[in-house]
């Protein structure tokens, strides 16, 4: 089932709320034709996993590197792309991202609601509570943050 959705508290809508027939699986979708930063990508996907939904942002072009990472799909369907006459036909957008293998957004969304997400990252708010502590753990152990250790060379190659 899609849907527009919006939340209890009706601060904010989901662009496009996708939910399994058993309705144990809920993709949040955000379509995202203007460029935005990476706390809002971060806030937003915060929101959504706060909230028990699987968040998705699908966009016309890849995220900038950031140690948060958040569900990200590329179609390259932007504010300048041609909006089809039949909206159905978005779902033979082709799609790329970094953790899944589907071809087309329609069937990227059916599997995430089939089969799950396989997002292994965590929340925003985990990634970042997993790198404080990380940076910790260095900072305790004397390495600098960013500091990369190197291995030590064995008695026969000095």
Request: aromatic share 6%; net charge positive.
């Amino acid at each position: 089932m899609l849907s527009v959705y919006p939340h209890d508290s009706r601060e904010w809508i989901i662009d496009v709320l996708a939910e399994s027939d058993d309705s144990r699986r809920r993709v949040a979708s955000e379509v995202q034709l203007s460029s935005q930063s990476p706390a809002k990508y971060r806030r937003r996907s915060q929101r959504y996993f706060g909230d028990g939904l699987f968040p998705i942002s699908i966009g016309p072009r890849r995220l900038e590197d950031n140690l948060i990472r958040v569900p990200f799909f590329v179609t390259g369907f932007g504010k300048s792309s041609e909006i089809p006459a039949e909206p159905g036909r978005l779902m033979d957008l082709n799609v790329t991202c970094d953790f899944r293998e589907e071809d087309t957004l329609g069937t990227l969304v059916d599997n995430l609601l089939q089969r799950g997400h396989g997002w292994n990252h965590g929340s925003p708010e985990d990634q970042a509570a997993r790198h404080r502590k990380e940076r910790s753990a260095m900072l305790d152990s004397g390495m600098r943050p960013g500091a990369v250790r190197r291995p030590l060379m064995s008695a026969s190659r000095r």
